[in-house]
């Protein structure tokens, strides 16, 4: 149950786009298509904007998307907008659960 | 919608116990698995305990294996944490969280237990 590794830290300006990786193992992220992502704002509840690697839940922008290849998955924000600071979470589900260290985004 | 709200947590002393609740409303809580996901103040999320609808599979984290036990209540729309021997290191936010299909959905608010003699 080893976490997944993620960049600490993400900048971009407004309207530009990032990508955030995460890479695991073939026993996790490369296993399975059932990676997730998670936003958090400082002081709140993660919120669900990715999964199964690229599907959005509904009410999320379609500014976010994600995908895989191999071991490693990446979540991309286009349009960067001011509200998108914010702690960026991977996680990969098998009988258990792993998530990724976590990636601070800063909109500069 | 979907509502989660977990019972006040607290200070409690090591190797002391404390069971967190989780109310959960706004969905037919016996049709889906429940987790804990835990975060230490200012670390990221770690992922604690897994239980199926029916309460009949469990899964946790090997930190916390012997310790944590989680458990449901179906009749009562609610799910639970026991948490025996509790160390410091145990300090944390923990947040009660919806499973659908290999995704957690929905989470709660989180409460603040905090082990400190």
């Known amino acids: 149950q080893s976490a997944l590794t993620q960049p600490a830290s993400v900048s971009g300006s407004p309207g530009q786009s990032i990508t955030i990786s995460c890479t695991g193992t073939?026993?996790?992220?490369?296993?399975?298509?059932?990676v997730s992502w998670y936003q958090q704002h400082p002081g709140k509840a993660p919120k669900l904007m990715i999964y199964?690697?690229?599907n959005r839940p509904s009410g999320v922008s379609n500014r976010f998307s994600g995908s895989k290849s191999g071991n490693t998955a990446s979540l991309t924000i286009s349009g960067l907008q001011a509200e998108d600071e914010a702690d960026y979470y991977c996680?990969?589900?098998?009988?258990?659960?792993?998530f990724g260290g976590g990636t601070r985004l800063t909109v500069l | 919608q979907v509502q989660l709200v977990e019972s006040r947590g607290g200070v409690v002393q090591p190797g002391r116990s404390l069971r967190l609740s989780c109310a959960a409303s706004?969905?037919?809580?016996?049709?889906?698995?429940m987790h804990w996901v835990r975060q230490a103040p200012g670390k990221g999320l770690e992922w604690v305990a897994v239980?199926?609808?029916?309460?009949?599979?469990?899964y946790y984290a090997d930190s916390v294996k012997g310790r944590l036990t989680i458990s449901r209540d179906n009749s009562k729309n609610t799910l639970f944490l026991q948490m025996n021997s509790l160390r410091a290191e145990d300090t944390a936010v923990y947040y009660c969280?919806?499973?659908?299909?290999?995704?957690?959905?929905?989470w709660g608010q989180g409460t603040l237990v905090t082990v400190s003699s």
């Open positions: 969280a919806k499973d659908q299909m290999a995704t957690i959905d929905y």
């Open positions: 706004g969905f037919t809580f016996s049709r889906y698995g």
């Open positions: 239980i199926s609808y029916d309460g009949n599979k469990k």
């Open positions: 073939s026993s996790d992220v490369g296993g399975y298509d059932y």
């Open positions: 199964d690697v690229s």
């Open positions: 996680s990969s589900y098998t009988t258990s659960v792993v």
